[in-house]
C-alpha cells in the first residue's frame, strides 16, 4: 500500500479541500480517506468551475475515486444522505462511491441538542465533541451497529478493503481541521475532539510504513474560528478577513486574522513529518499589501516585516532545516 496525508497545520480552512482535489487529478489513488473529525468541517472545493462545500464526503468523489468515511470520524447520518443527494443534483456520482466504514461513531440529535447551544469555546455546534466523548466513554453508537445502515450500500468494513490482499491500494487520507485545533496538539482547551495529525490517519488502519508524502497545509497568514480571542489589532486584520473571504464554511462566522505563527507552524511541521507544505492565500496578502509574520525571540513574539521577496526568504530560512519542499500558493483551484 501507499498512502500520502494531507492535514493542516493552522486551525482548520487552511484549504486542504483544494489540496486533495488538486492531487487527485493524478488519476494515481485509489481510494480516498477521511480519517478525522465529523461535519463541523467544511472543504471548500471548486471543481469545473463550480463551487461545492463538503462537510463529510471525501473529495474522491469529484474524480470517480472510492471515497471512505474511516472508524476516526464522527458521522451525522441526515447530514451525510443530504450532502450525497446535493452531489448527485449537481452532477457529482456519489451513491456508488462513498462508504462509511462498520467502526465510525455516530452523531445522534441527543449530541446534537447538548452541543446546540452556546457553549465555552464556541464549537461549530455540530454535535462533535458529545459524539467523541461517548466513543471514548464506550457508550457510543458505531455505523456498524446502525440499523438503517446495516442493508445500506453505504457500509464498509475498511480493513477488508485494503488489506484483503487483491489490489495494491494507492491512499490519499484527507485530514480536518488542524494543529492547532488537534485535541493532543491544540491549544486546549480550545480544540476539536479528534486527531488531525498525520498519526490520526494512521489511527485508521494506515500502516505507518505505507506513508509517502506528507502535505502539510497552511494559509499566508493564520485564521482561528472559536471563543479564544485571536483576531490581531489593527485594521489591517478586518482587510484580510474581507479580501480572504474569511467567514466560516459551515457556520458563516468571522474567522479571526493573525500573521502566521511560524513556531507553531515549524512544530506542526516536525511533529506530522510534512514533507511538503503548501502555504495557501499568498494572492491575499498581496492585496493587503503587509507581509508580516509573528516569529520569536527565545520566548519573545515579535512581528517580522518586509516585502513579499524578504517574508519568502524568511519562511525559507526559518524552516530550513525540516526540508520540507514548500510552494507558495496563489490560486483557489490550483497549488
Ligand atoms: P467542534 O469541532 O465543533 O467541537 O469545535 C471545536 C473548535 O474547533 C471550535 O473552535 C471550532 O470553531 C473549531 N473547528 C471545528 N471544525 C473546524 C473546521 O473545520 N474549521 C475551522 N474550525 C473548526
Ligand atoms: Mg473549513
Wanted: proline letters at 3%; charged letters at 20%; glycine letters at 12%.
Amino acid at each position: 500500500m501507499i498512502a500520502d496525508v494531507v492535514i493542516g497545520l493552522s486551525y482548520g480552512d487552511e484549504g486542504k479541500g483544494k489540496v486533495t482535489h488538486h492531487l487527485l487529478k493524478s488519476g494515481e489513488y485509489t481510494h480516498c480517506l477521511r480519517f478525522n473529525g465529523g461535519c463541523n468541517a467544511g472543504h471548500t472545493i471548486y471543481h469545473k468551475g463550480k463551487k461545492f462545500v463538503t462537510h463529510h464526503i471525501p473529495a474522491g468523489v469529484f474524480f470517480g475515486v472510492k471515497s471512505i468515511i474511516g472508524p476516526g470520524c464522527v458521522v451525522n447520518l441526515e447530514q451525510f444522505h443530504s450532502e450525497v443527494e446535493e452531489l448527485e443534483a449537481n452532477g457529482i456520482q456519489a451513491r456508488d462511491l462513498v462508504f462509511i466504514d462498520v467502526g465510525a461513531h455516530i452523531i445522534t440529535s441527543d449530541h446534537l441538542e447538548e452541543d446546540g447551544g452556546e457553549t465555552a469555546i464556541g464549537t461549530t455546534k455540530r454535535g462533535n465533541g458529545p459524539a467523541y466523548r461517548d466513543k471514548y466513554g464506550r457508550s457510543g453508537i458505531r455505523a456498524g451497529d446502525t440499523p438503517s445502515l446495516k442493508n445500506s450500500p453505504y457500509l464498509i468494513n475498511l480493513y477488508d478493503e485494503l488489506h484483503s490482499g487483491l489490489l495494491s491500494p494507492c491512499v490519499l487520507c484527507e485530514g480536518a481541521q488542524g494543529f492547532g485545533l488537534d485535541v493532543d496538539w491544540g491549544d486546549y482547551p480550545f480544540v476539536t475532539s479528534s486527531h488531525c495529525t498525520t498519526a490520526g490517519a494512521l489511527l485508521n488502519g494506515i500502516p505507518p510504513q505505507a506513508i509517502r508524502r506528507v502535505y502539510g497545509v497552511t494559509k499566508a497568514y493564520d485564521t482561528y474560528v472559536g471563543a479564544k480571542e485571536f483576531h490581531g489589532k489593527g485594521r489591517t486584520f478586518d482587510l484580510i478577513q474581507q479580501l480572504g473571504n474569511e467567514f466560516g464554511a459551515t457556520t458563516g462566522r468571522p474567522r479571526q486574522c493573525n500573521w502566521l505563527d511560524m513556531r507553531m507552524l515549524r512544530k506542526a511541521i516536525t511533529v506530522n513529518g510534512v514533507t511538503d507544505l503548501i502555504i495557501n492565500k499568498v494572492d491575499i496578502l498581496r492585496e493587503v499589501g503587509k507581509w508580516n509574520l509573528r516569529s520569536y525571540t527565545g520566548d519573545r513574539i515579535y512581528i517580522q516585516t518586509g516585502n513579499e521577496q524578504s517574508w519568502k526568504q524568511y519562511i525559507k530560512r526559518y524552516l530550513s532545516e525540516t526540508k520540507v519542499d514548500i510552494s507558495f500558493s496563489e490560486s483557489p483551484e490550483r497549488i
